[in-house]
């Protein structure tokens, strides 16, 4: 294996995808529900290779480039730095650790595409 590749979601390798297209591969898989994800959020558990630390950490660490790209966009669309809009999401507080942290920027990456893929979706419309 690869030193970027991360083995994930049943074992399968990941290897220079988007998030963009993990989440249409887990929505191909049915394991992925993007408008359950904006409803609820990843926190319910409705993405099923992200419930657990051990998952999202593995996450984090293939997407982290392309997160924090996002995190720059958000923070440059708010006007607000990184850190104040990350304090301002749901479930910040149990934010204790690098893996707490890792976990919060992979929902939240999962939860901002997929809320991107439907407003696309819905532009097409």
């Known amino acids: 294996m690869k030193a970027n590749q991360v083995n994930i979601n ?8 988007t998030i963009m297209q993990w989440v249409k591969e887990e929505i191909k898989d049915e394991t992925l529900n993007p408008k359950e994800v904006i409803t609820h959020g990843c926190v319910n ?17 293939e997407f982290k480039d392309e997160i924090w ?12 730095s990184i850190p104040f809009n ?8 149990h ?6 942290f890792k976990n919060a920027l992979a929902w939240w990456s999962v939860e901002e595409t997929c809320r991107k893929l439907l407003d696309e979706e819905e532009e097409a419309a």
């Open 10 to 17: 049943k074992g399968e390798t990941m290897t220079n995808k």
């Open 45 to 61: 558990g409705c993405v099923s290779s992200l419930i657990y630390y051990n998952d999202t950490v593995k996450f984090y660490d």
């Open 69 to 80: 790209e996002m995190l720059d966009e958000e923070s440059s669309q708010t006007g607000f």
């Open 86 to 93: 990350i304090s301002n999401w749901n479930g910040c507080k």
């Open 95 to 100: 934010i204790t650790s690098e893996d707490t």
